[in-house]
């Protein structure tokens, strides 16, 4: 359970960190008014931002946590599935519904990414962690 309050902790970080990247980007009306690449991303800087952001620190938080693991998967697929729903169900809850965006905001490419990237990149990166283990042996 502690573990899990870990994660749970870490996963709504990870989605303040985007949070407040988009936040910067709505602030600056420069960086507000980048047009809309349909079907990819509303707006580019935040995906870019946002994703950019994301890779290392899941890739650091995971190495961390499966390193020292003794069921790098179990916990690896932990990771992925805590972090990935809930940063679906804070998007749904603050962008769609309390900031009034709906459920266009979800017709985007690239935030269908950055949710497959926080779900597969644990994983990945305990497959890594095993191969490496093996290989020292």
């Known amino acids: 359970m502690k573990t899990f309050i870990f994660r749970f902790g870490f ?24 047009g809309e690449i349909p079907w990819v ?11 950019g952001i994301w890779i290392p620190l899941i890739w650091w938080y995971s190495h961390r946590q499966i390193g020292t693991s003794r069921r790098p998967r179990r916990d690896a697929l932990q990771i992925g599935i805590v972090v990935c729903v809930t940063n679906i ?23 269908w ?3 497959l990237l926080l779900l597969v990149l644990p ?13 020292a042996a």
């Open 11 to 34: 996963a709504m970080f990870i989605w303040a960190v985007g949070f407040f990247a988009g936040a910067i980007v709505f602030a600056i009306p420069a960086l507000r008014n980048v």
């Open 41 to 51: 991303s509303a707006n580019p800087l935040i995906s870019i931002l946002a994703i």
């Open 89 to 111: 169900a804070l998007d749904y809850a603050v962008v769609s519904v309390a900031m009034g965006s709906g459920l266009g905001f979800y017709r985007f490419a690239a935030i």
């Open 113 to 115: 990414l950055a949710y």
């Open 123 to 135: 994983s990945w990166m305990a497959r890594q962690h095993l191969v490496d283990t093996a290989a």
